[in-house]
């Protein structure tokens, strides 16, 4: 593979590196990308040592494949300048996931749908990735008609001055707020940018993104985003209702035996999935599965993924070797 990572210096770039690295990934051609103010400073991959390039020297240099985790404002401007040059871009911004014409893939789900025409390619939100890890093997078996979900998400899924912030609190540090308020000891219900009817951006992204990945545009999702002072991943607590009835035991039996997820589900022995226990992992960690006996066909669970590995590295580097394996790059 010959392979561009933009975005290089971030926190999922660092990750996206830090995956290739474990998977064994060892591209004949590596080429980090990052801001102009990067541009120089090395990177290490592999044992070697490389340094950031400009876009241009990028796209200039032919890679087969460009992971970029750049922002939405960047892949909307370089995407499609990669994509021109016959590059394949695996995008993890917001950017593409609803344009009708590119698809958005998690691999364990639907990659069949990926062809060699697709120059630009989606990388799902980090909650949608886990959340639709877990409920597609349910839609397949018993339809799923609607989804109430709340989520717990690591100051991590902001950035790294989110993570400094944190850090800083819990030293009695003063420094720069990535939040309106303090996160350490505290929690807000607020993710992305709010909308006029009252949810936000990150809200409405589980709903349409889960829809476009599941292929059901009739599946009723309702959200909420609760930012919380952890690390380790994001945490989400769902509800689902079925169009049938369901054999609690078969739940158990598709999650442990779903590729991509880990089943934690022994409360006896108080173990069900955690952040923390998720941090570093590439699995969809999924417990806490109980009927709920207040409506028909409904059943809950808990849903725990690292958002910067299954939720965004590890997914992309996952189509990634999938495009090469299926000789589409």
């Avoid at 093997?137 to 989520?151: D, F, G, N, Q, W």
């Avoid at 999702?221 to 609760?226: L, S």
């Avoid at 690292?306 to 394996?325: C, F, H, P, Y």
């Amino acid at each position: 593979m010959k392979l561009a990572v933009v975005g290089a210096t971030g926190l999922v770039g660092r990750e996206i590196i830090k995956v290739l690295e474990e998977h064994g990934i060892c591209p004949e051609l590596f080429i980090p990308v990052a801001s102009p103010k990067s541009k120089g400073l090395p990177v290490e991959f592999n044992g070697g040592c490389y340094f950031i390039h400009s876009h241009e020297e990028a796209i200039a240099a032919k890679p087969q494949v460009a992971i970029f985790s750049a922002g939405a404002s960047t892949s909307r401007e370089w995407a499609p300048r990669y994509a021109a040059a016959g590059i394949t871009v695996i995008d993890n911004s917001s950017a593409w996931r609803m344009d009708p014409s590119i698809p958005l893939v998690v691999p364990e789900i639907n990659p069949t749908i990926l062809t060699p025409l697709h120059k630009i390619i989606a990388n799902p939100n980090c909650s949608t990735i886990q959340l639709v890890m877990a409920l597609a093997p349910l839609h397949a078996k018993y339809r799923i008609k609607r989804v109430v979900v709340s989520t717990y998400q690591s100051v991590t899924g902001t950035g790294a001055k989110a993570v400094k912030q944190l850090e800083n609190e819990r030293n009695g540090i003063p420094g720069e707020m990535a939040y309106a308020y303090p996160i350490d000891l505290n929690l807000f219900p607020h993710g992305g940018d709010f909308l006029e009817n009252g949810s936000t951006t990150e809200e409405v992204k589980l709903v349409n993104e889960t829809r476009k990945i599941l292929g059901d545009e009739s599946i009723q999702v309702t959200a909420t985003v609760v930012r919380v002072p952890v690390m380790g991943g994001h945490s989400e607590a769902v509800n689902l209702e079925f169009f049938n009835d369901y054999d609690l035991r078969e739940i158990f039996h598709i999650m442990d035996n779903t590729p991509g997820i880990v089943l934690r589900d022994d409360v006896q022995h108080n173990i069900y999935p955690m952040p923390l226990a998720a941090k570093g992992r590439d699995e969809v960690f999924v417990g806490r599965i109980r009927r709920d006996d207040s409506q028909p066909n409904s059943l809950n669970l808990f849903i725990v993924a690292d958002n910067l590995r299954k939720g965004a590295a590890t997914n992309a580097v996952q189509i990634a070797s999938w495009l090469m394996a299926k000789g589409l790059v």
